[in-house]
């Protein structure tokens, strides 16, 4: 997955240290992939992702809209050339304050979950458009959700109600099928879900118009993934069985769907060792590990895919470290990963897929180390 | 643990968005109390755990030594007073042009765990002191460091034998206990072991002086911790029995155990709720969470005291959640934590005894968040 202009570009520039090259040219044909595939949905980049401005920018162009978790985040966005009325704040988790900044920003959708969320956008963000969000099984995703985002659908509607009652615009329902969801079908469940709480409100005289389908749209790593095409077939027969001919407007929030597989980090064996004669598996240590940017690498959640120089030679299950003196530093060892067993220190390895949650996720300085440098190409 | 220099700094400043606060009396006291417990033994602080300029300063002022996980921890020691003499480089994984680097600053204390490391060494800092590094089993650690560093004890033998062969001066061994060790015995096997390996080398014509006997002082969290003066007890008669009135030189690299309990992180509750009407847990959600700074509540692993004005109320379980839009960043939900039901929005609230492992953890900017303010009163 390392493009042509990645290649180049790091033959060329040789860039010192371990550092995340982003090929431009990948979102553009992911954004123009995601369109063909949901032509009815508008497109709302999960700016947490990868916020460098160089994809913001290639974006807001083609005519994104953005997901923002922060107050920075919609800085970024409209930096990047958004105008509000392209951006919707996310995050059901926001102080007051924030909201209120938002609002003066010009930003008028809201994500909620609960009353005492909509009370504040309420007070800070008066005639504003919300859809609250609830709670999906996430089954199939490679990391569901847990429960720490959403309501259950009854709840919502109590939510709903509420926003009408404090003068805000009870826009629709949000929900998320899970990161790197890999089951087309996922959606399914969820728009049932959806279309309850838009009936159960029509009959009170509330009419809603906004599903927000969420992200969850995976990035191949190691194994296939479905297509875009796939997904936009799945989802729009979804919305047509629970919707009918009356379909609401629809919003998908690709983050990692976007740019995972545009982005490809550089990084250089630092040591392989092992701890005693007889050790079963060799260690190997890179120059970037989980508190550099591979923080998704957590209970080995991800497993990126690796290429060498090498990998023409016979490989044996390694256990695979970070540089950090940290032993959580760990990245795979319950399933050790097979490597070269010619790989030695100062060898280059490219980690691909990795477009997606790294820059952001690298610690200030943990050990003393600088965050990950990223070139967007 | 907040103590009123830090009390009155919060009510004086109002420092806007969540911060840590460190009071250097404290770090002042801790140094006191390892050099009193550990009189024979030379204090290298582990930069890691908080490498704030005013806490090195304070340091070396006192006469502190330095463990150094990087060259830019190197250079923030020596920034601080210390001279190159008083700087250990601990990290058992280093880029050779990183060991060059430090050698040309004049640091000469090098941690070793494999033959290929003693090599790098060897070449990039010639005739410098190395230590291998061996590993322990570190039962009764609250984080036993897996075997991501060290060697057998039987493999640092050819280890420190290498060394001495390629010019380098074979030192000694070290080794690490796990972190937050509250076990005061949990030093006797390890020294064993490095008896072991001293009386080996003897026989072979190669004389060590130093055991580094690491880190894994704990910080007083939610449970008693036994005093510096009980692990001095401890350790010295360990000493004592496996190496006789032979006495090796010895370090300690406290870290947590010197800065942790100085520092306590104020932040706000942002969003209190249920997910539906029958919920039996209400989740909290504060403005600092997991990648905010609180990383090492990854699998609930440290549950730091939590202090609020309202703890006199009536407490029931809460999830308690970061601010980001990642559904990981959830800090206590396996093991609930109780807080007071009529804590609310816009509380306050102290997590104390967070001096460590907080500031540098801190993502760079993840979902827009900036890192964790810190300020050393």
Redesign the interface.
Known sequence: MATQRITDFLATRRPSGPCLVVDLEVVRENFIGFRRALPGSAIYY???AN?APEILRLLASLGSSFD??????IE?AMNAGATPDRISY???????RDIASAHALGVSLFAV?????VE?VARAAPAARVFCRV?TDGAGAE??????????P??AIDVLETAHRLGLQATGVSFHVG?QQTDTEAWDSALADAANVFNTLAERGIVLTLVNMGGGFPTRYLKDVPTAEAYGQSIFAALSRHFGNRLPETIIEPGRGMVGDAGVIKA?V????????TDENR?V?L?IGK?GGL?ET?DEAIRYPIVTARDADRKEPCVL?G????????MY?KVPYPLPITLT??DEVLIEGTGAYT?????????????LRAYVI
Chains 1, 2 share one sequence.
């Open positions: 999960a700016v947490k916020p923002c978790a922060s107050v920075a985040e970024m996310g995050n059901t988790i926001k102080k007051e979950d609960c009353v005492e969320e504040k709670l990391w569901p959700l847990s429960r720490k985002f959403g309501c259950v009854a709840m990161s250089e630092v040591l392989v060792s092992r701890k005693s004669a260690w240590y120059d508190f923080a957590m470290a540089p950090t003196c940290d032993s959580a530093d760990v060892e220190v100062g820059t952001t996720y690298a610690s200030v300085a943990f050990n003393g180390f600088e965050p």
